[in-house]
């Protein structure tokens, strides 16, 4: 069975940085980061191949974001600079198998989730 568990989430100030960490992760997977804010649906945040290789971020976080993979400890994580208030969400990682192709911003192709992991940003 495939199961993921994030952690590093917490309260931080506007302007901060911190890393979210996904463990559990596969080496034939590839891992995405979505968020969801209250009273609406997740949306994408960044992915990753299997290889570690290939990344893709979301327009709101690109530039501010490094997500990376170490498949020795099988972990994944996304390093996020410049919080920013409307950062505020519930984190979530996610888990697909994906030898070859494209990585995807869709939370439907991403078959294994984890409980996610609280981020407040203060102003």
């Known amino acids: 069975q495939v199961q993921l568990a994030e952690s590093g989430g917490g309260l931080v100030q506007a302007g901060d940085s911190l890393t979210l960490t996904c463990d559990a992760s596969l080496p034939a997977f590839a891992v995405g980061w979505f968020r969801q804010f209250p009273g609406k649906e997740r949306e994408f945040v960044a992915a990753?191949?299997?290889?570690?290789?290939?990344?893709l971020y979301a327009d709101s976080v690109k530039g501010r974001s490094t997500i990376s993979r170490d498949n020795t400890k099988k972990t994944v994580a996304l390093q996020m600079n410049s919080l920013k208030p409307e950062d505020t969400a519930v984190y979530y990682c996610?888990?697909?198998?994906?030898?070859?192709?494209?990585?995807?911003?869709?939370?439907?192709?991403?078959?294994?989730w984890g409980r996610g992991t609280q981020v407040t940003v203060s102003s």
């Open positions: 990753i191949d299997r290889t570690g290789s290939i990344t």
């Open positions: 996610a888990a697909r198998l994906l030898l070859f192709g494209a990585l995807s911003r869709s939370e439907n192709e991403y078959k294994f």
